[in-house]
């Protein structure tokens, strides 16, 4: 497959151009529209501060469906004694900034620049971006942001500064979003720590489906 490069013109490829490691297209802007354009369609961006946007579609696609969730016993009963208070949209650019210092696993640095802070905060503005926050003792200890889009939510990152906040925040924010009606979460690629929450593969074809009939 041929590697797409964007304009000005808000437009993205067919997602089943897109390569074998999932890079759809390169280049382009961080803009509302484009934005809100890329993820009805299952395209994400995820690239570094000192690159032009990459716009991914990988398949298969990392999703949760709300339903299989999986709460070990464990985390069963840190839920049962509220050891942690969740709230949601409180503090969105507290969350992503906390996203963007947190440590991850082979990468020396974070995808999470000023420009993707600036551009998720003004998506959370206008009601399409949420943070799901788990606070200690006053503090905010863990949490996750993501875009969503009718009954479709778009994970984009987590953190966590003690142990089992971000599940925490993550099992409630699920279990919120359920009782919403929302059908789909997209986790965008493997994690084991999301796989032992439940998620799980599925072709790109099934994704987009999912897409089409949710995303309003």
């Known amino acids: 497959m041929a590697l797409h490069f964007l304009d000005d013109d ?52 990392f999703v949760l469906f709300p339903e299989e969730l999986k709460v070990s016993k464990s985390m069963g009963q840190i839920l049962k004694r ?20 947190a440590p991850r696993q082979e990468q020396d640095g974070t995808w999470i620049s000023d420009e993707i802070i600036s551009a998720y905060t003004a998506l959370h503005e206008l009601g399409y971006a949420h943070s799901a926050e788990a606070w200690y003792e006053g503090e905010l200890v863990g949490g996750l942001y993501g875009v969503l889009l009718g009954k479709v939510f778009f994970g984009e990152s987590m953190f966590s500064r003690k142990s089992n906040a971000s599940k925490y925040a993550f099992i409630k924010w699920v279990q919120l979003l359920s009782e919403r009606g929302v059908v789909l979460i997209d986790c965008q690629v493997h994690t084991e ?24």
């Open 82 to 101: 509220n050891e942690f208070e969740f709230r949601v949209d409180t503090v969105f650019e507290e969350v992503i900034f906390n996203c963007s210092r």
């Open 10 to 61: 808000l437009w993205f490829p067919a997602v089943e151009e897109a390569m074998d490691d999932g890079l759809l297209a390169v280049g382009g802007d961080l803009r509302m529209e484009r934005l809100l354009l890329a993820y009805s369609n299952g395209i994400f961006p995820w690239y570094n501060e000192d690159e032009l946007p990459m716009w991914w579609s990988p398949d298969p696609r």
């Open 193 to 216: 720590h999301l796989e032992s929450l439940g998620a799980r593969m599925i072709g790109r074809a099934e994704f987009t489906a999912l897409l089409r009939s949710n995303v309003g």
